[in-house]
């Protein structure tokens, strides 16, 4: 079982946007819950992403993602304010 506990009012107070993001496939696992639980705890919702947590990657890495719509994705959660 994992000890660490994240500084939530650190982040909570931090100067910079903090996006918690979680992929479509990957919410029901243990690094899913945990990005949705920290979300939580920010006061937000995780932003999902298409695909899973390596998303980004192409086929030839052997664990392809949707890297084309998570490319999209991120430039949408880039864009906002």
């Known amino acids: 079982m994992p000890l660490y506990q994240p500084d939530l009012e650190a982040l909570k107070a931090a100067a910079t946007r ?10 029901e696992v243990y690094t899913g819950r945990t990005a949705i639980a ?8 995780a932003t999902v992403f298409p ?3 390596g998303g980004f990657m192409g086929g030839k890495f052997g664990y ?5 719509a998570f490319a ?3 430039r949408e959660v880039l864009n906002q304010p």
């Open 18 to 27: 903090i996006v918690v993001a979680v992929g479509e496939e990957s919410v």
């Open 38 to 45: 920290l979300a939580e705890q920010l006061g937000q919702q």
């Open 51 to 53: 695909s899973h947590h």
């Open 64 to 68: 392809a993602g949707q890297p084309e």
């Open 72 to 74: 999209a994705k991120l």
